[in-house]
């Protein structure tokens, strides 16, 4: 079974749906630790109600990128993680994980990439008025959601739609996207 962490920032319903899918057998991969950056994130209860250990940090403590990346560098290696699965983890990785995990690190966002990148992605369609949007799962190199495209998912918006109900679409497609796109890349 693979072993993976999981990094995320924040509300975590990403995360929430990775450990559903992991324990109804419909992920094949072995959830070994939550990293997080923001020491008070609900995603950190997520994993304790899970029983998934956590390592939150808060990078104010350091001087670098570097140094807190050697530390989480550190953890995983101690749980022999395989591979990274970015859950809305606000924050660019930098070169010291990206060196040991060379397409090893994907990303979920909330958009069809390459359009709309970094932050409030819906935001910046709804600006745009696109007609259609989607999730996009992608490989992560040093720049902001710009690595190789895995899987995407698009949907129509209808011209009434509010912001509220296209974020629900959003995150039911990513719920089940980012599982079965896992599985595909690890098995297929
Ligand atoms: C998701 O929309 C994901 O695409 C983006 O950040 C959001 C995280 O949501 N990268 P949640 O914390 O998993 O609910």
């Known amino acids: 079974m ?23 057998g419909d992920l094949q991969v072995s959830i070994e630790l939550l990293v997080c950056d923001k020491p008070n994130a609900f995603v950190i209860q997520r994993a304790q ?6 390592y939150s940090f808060n990078p104010k403590d350091y001087s670098s990128k570097e140094e807190f990346e050697r530390e989480i560098l550190h953890e995983l290696a101690n749980r022999d993680i395989e591979f990274i699965v970015l ?8 070169k010291t994980l990206l060196h040991h995990y060379v397409n090893k690190i994907v990303n979920i966002h909330p958009s ?3 359009a709309f990148p970094g932050k ?11 007609k259609v949007m989607g ?3 992608h490989f992560v190199d040093a720049g902001m959601d710009t690595g190789k495209i895995i899987a995407q998912e698009a949907f129509p918006i209808p011209p009434t739609a509010t912001r509220e109900k296209i974020e629900e679409e959003i995150h039911k497609i990513e719920h089940s996207l980012y599982p079965k796109t896992l599985n595909y890349l690890f098995y297929q």
Request: no cysteine.
């Open 120 to 130: 409030d992605a819906v935001g910046q369609a709804i600006e745009a008025g696109v």
């Open 49 to 54: 109600a899970a029983g998934i250990p956590v």
């Open 112 to 114: 069809l990439l390459p």
């Open 87 to 94: 859950a809305g983890y606000m924050r660019l990785i930098g």
């Open 135 to 137: 999730v996009t799962i």
């Open 2 to 24: 693979k072993k993976i962490a999981v990094f995320a920032s924040g509300n975590g319903s990403n995360f929430q749906a990775l450990v559903d899918a992991e324990k109804q």
